[in-house]
């Protein structure tokens, strides 16, 4: 059978296309779901009518990527997503029913005055919020790691929800927030882009506070990721990624106090690059931490390199039908109907 094996590491190819599309749905997807979270406290039904056209035309499209990254973890890894989605399983539920609300909000909204359009603005944020959040208690939860017994996921229904995973779903939730304020501040004009600018002055502390949090604890979670980090020569190795981070936090903090535009957004991008860099280094090359291995879990070569192959034909279509939107639905939003 059709196998690259003996040329390429496929699991280590796998793991770095999953680990790369599920960056890519927390940047796109995460400032779609920032501008949800912020949606009640805009200061005008126009200012909200704003927001949602402005992420109106790429919503469904992010969603794309947190397909990809499921659906490459079950199909190169099935070792591993045995184990991850019975512990997961009712973090995931609510994260899918947050994002349906979400969805179905975008199509109601325009459609209906009123007490009507206040339930859709409601499901829009309550959606969002949850949805956000939800991925976070997944994160946190996947950093710890799970208890494992052979082959299988030997915890209880709840364990899901511990202090860890909750400190890291408030997090991810204000994360998610400063790059919706970030990406606002890009994409409109007058009042919404000033209140956005303002939200992002007043969220970019709690952003900071939690990275510094998450950043904290993690060294104790596992022996192995102190070691990781503060042995020598690795702690000189790996000392940039704070410092960058550092600084990307202090010209932020001054951008969002000055006319610009554009750089608050990608600024806000290279700090979730920089925190999600740090957290594979953590984790490498723990697929199930602390129990499986990218090579331990991975399926047969054969049905990698199959999928390999396809996902080389069309993840470059992907790539160029989401940039094409993105370069299509440039400039600023308005608040006329767009559904």
């Not at 296309?17 to 005008?44: E, H, K, N, Q």
């Not at 944020?125 to 949850?130: K, R």
């Not at 939800?134 to 364990?159: S, T, Y």
Request: glycine share 10%; net charge negative; charged share 15%.
């Amino acid at each position: 059978m059709f196998d690259l094996s003996p040329w390429l590491d496929l699991p280590l190819i796998w793991g770095a296309l999953i680990a790369t599309a599920v960056f890519i749905y927390v940047l796109l997807d995460g400032f779609d779901l920032g501008c949800g979270i912020l949606f009640p406290f805009a200061p005008s039904d126009k200012c909200r009518s704003k927001i949602m056209n402005s992420i109106a035309p790429f919503w469904d499209g992010n969603e794309t990527w947190l397909v990809l990254g499921g659906g490459g973890l079950f199909a190169a890894f099935p070792v591993a997503y045995a184990i991850v989605m019975p512990a997961l399983y009712l973090p995931v539920i609510l994260m899918l029913i947050g994002l349906i609300f979400r969805g179905v909000a975008f199509e109601f909204r325009f459609k209906t005055e009123g007490r009507d359009r206040k339930l859709w603005d409601v499901s829009f944020h309550v959606g969002s919020l949850l949805a956000a959040f939800m991925q976070g208690v997944i994160l946190g939860n996947f950093v710890q790691g799970f208890e494992v017994v052979e082959r299988g996921f030997a915890g209880g229904p709840l364990d899901w929800a511990n202090g860890f995973a909750v400190i890291t779903g408030i997090s991810l939730v204000f994360g998610y927030a400063l790059i919706g304020a970030t990406w606002l501040i890009w994409k409109c004009e007058d009042d919404t882009q000033r209140w956005a600018r303002a939200v992002a002055r007043y969220v970019i502390g709690f952003v900071a506070l939690a990275m510094g949090l998450v950043s904290l604890c993690m060294p104790f979670i596992d022996e192995r990721i102190l070691e990781l980090w503060f042995s020598v020569p690795n702690l000189f190795f790996l000392a940039p990624i704070p410092i960058i981070t550092l600084c990307a936090f202090v010209m932020l903090w001054k951008d969002l106090h000055s006319e610009r535009e554009v750089r608050p957004f990608l600024l806000t991008m290279l700090i979730f690059l920089l925190g999600y860099v740090g957290l594979g280094i953590s984790l490498f090359p723990w697929i199930v931490p602390f129990s499986f291995t990218l090579w331990d879990a991975a399926a047969a070569s054969t049905s990698q390199s199959f999928l390999l192959v396809g996902t080389a034909v069309f993840l470059p279509i992907i790539l160029v039908y989401t940039g094409y939107s993105y370069y299509i639905f440039r400039g600023k939003a308005d608040d006329k109907a767009m559904y």
